[in-house]
Each structure stands twice: as C-alpha cells, then as structure tokens.
C-alpha cells in the first residue's frame, strides 16, 4: 500500500524557517516524480513545486521561488521542504503527491501538515 | 496557463445529474486531472487524461475534453458526493495549476 507521510510543520515567526518531510513507503519512491501542494484555510489547491525522479530537476511556483527548496533522499525515501523566510501567507496545510508517470496526475497524497506563520 | 472552473458552488440534490467546466487558457491537449476533496481530507483524482477514470472510482463520474474546454460530470448523484471538486492542468513543465474549486453543497 502507498503511504506518504509528512512531519515538520508547526509555528514559527515570520522571516523563519522549517523543513517539512515526506516518508514514502509501499513503493519504488526513486522511480517517481514528487510534488508539494498547499491550501491555506478555507481556500483552493495551490502547487508549490516538484522533483523529478534523479533530483536533477526542480521546479517552484512564483510565489516560493528563491525562498524554497525541494530535495530528495532516494536512500531515505523521503521528500524534503526546506521553507526559509516565511511570511504570513505561507500558512497552510501541506500536501506531498506523488506524480503518475503518465499525465503527470497526483495519484497519492500525504495527509498534510499544517504550518502556521505568525508572531 | 490559468484555469478558470464553473460555477465556484453548486447546490444539488442526490440523484441529479451535475456539471463542472474547466477552461485553460490556453490549450492543454488531454493533460486534465479532477480531484475531489472533502473536508479535513487530502485530495483524491477521480479523472486523468481529461476522461480516463481512475481505478476504483465509481462510474458515475466521468470526464470529457481537449484542448481548452474540459467537463467533469456525476450522473446520478450520491450523498457521499458533497465536496469540492477542482481540475488541474499538467501540460508540459511545472507549475502544474489547479483550478478555484467547486463547491457542491
């Protein structure tokens, strides 16, 4: 069975940093693409960013580029987050996805992880 | 690459047939995702490639489109069905946006 599993969210001030995990089992985790997606309260689905599967290739939305880094840990089975200076609209639920290898679809989630920035 | 969905809310009965348009700006062949979300839940794909079903979905649910224009329909709807539904598209390279959401109530 599937499972990804995210820890590392909490409370931190604005201008702070966190890194936020993602344990995957149940499969060939190095085999997959993996993407981080949002959602502040009460609002939509907003993508983060993604890895590819060799983690040669990052990609991230406007609004976290240059303060967000994706990585990940092939040997450890684990995606990784590092979030650095945080502001307010950074707080949200965290989702890992993995990526379908054809049309690129979501087809396994986390169950999130809140991050709450906030002084 | 903005996608646009509607309507934003929905109100419906069990048994009706329900319809929710996703609109690209520009076009994105077949690389539409829908997933439904529940509350407190993470999002599930119910629809990839804008029609195929996703194993273990029912087949109430189905999805059309190409291009530009993509629809996402329940034919019969059931209680366990009151979410909110949003499209993604997955052209090409990353971002990989998601539509507003539609919400069924």
């Known amino acids: 069975e599937v499972q990804l599993l995210e820890s590392g969210g909490g409370l931190v001030q604005p201008g702070g940093s966190l890194r936020l995990s993602c344990a995957a089992s149940g499969f060939t985790f190095s085999s997959y693409a993996m993407s981080w997606v949002r959602q502040g309260a009460g609002k939509g689905l907003e993508w983060v960013s993604s890895?590819?599967?060799?983690?040669?290739?990052?990609y991230y939305a406007d609004s976290v580029k240059g303060r967000f880094t994706i990585s990940r840990d092939n040997s450890k089975n684990t995606l990784y987050l590092q979030m650095n200076s945080l502001r307010a609209d950074d707080t949200a639920v965290y989702y890992c996805?993995?990526?379908?290898?054809?049309?690129?679809?979501?087809?396994?989630w986390g169950q999130g992880t809140l991050v709450t920035v906030s002084s | 690459i903005r996608l646009t969905q509607s309507p934003s809310s929905l109100s419906a009965s069990v048994g009706d047939r329900v319809t929710i348009t996703c609109r690209a700006s520009q076009g994105i062949r077949n690389y539409l995702a829908w997933y439904q979300q529940k509350p407190g839940k993470a999002p599930k794909v119910l629809i990839y490639a804008a029609s195929t079903l996703q194993s273990g979905v029912p087949s109430r649910f189905s999805g059309s489109g190409s291009g530009t224009d993509f629809t996402l329909t329940i034919s019969s709807l059931q209680p366990e069905d009151f979410a909110t539904y949003y499209c993604?598209?997955?052209?090409?390279?990353?971002?990989?946006?998601f539509g507003q959401g539609t919400k069924l109530e």
């Open positions: 890895i590819r599967t060799s983690g040669g290739s990052t």
């Open positions: 993604q598209q997955l052209n090409n390279y990353p971002p990989y946006t």
């Open positions: 996805a993995r990526q379908a290898w054809t049309h690129y679809f979501y087809d396994n």
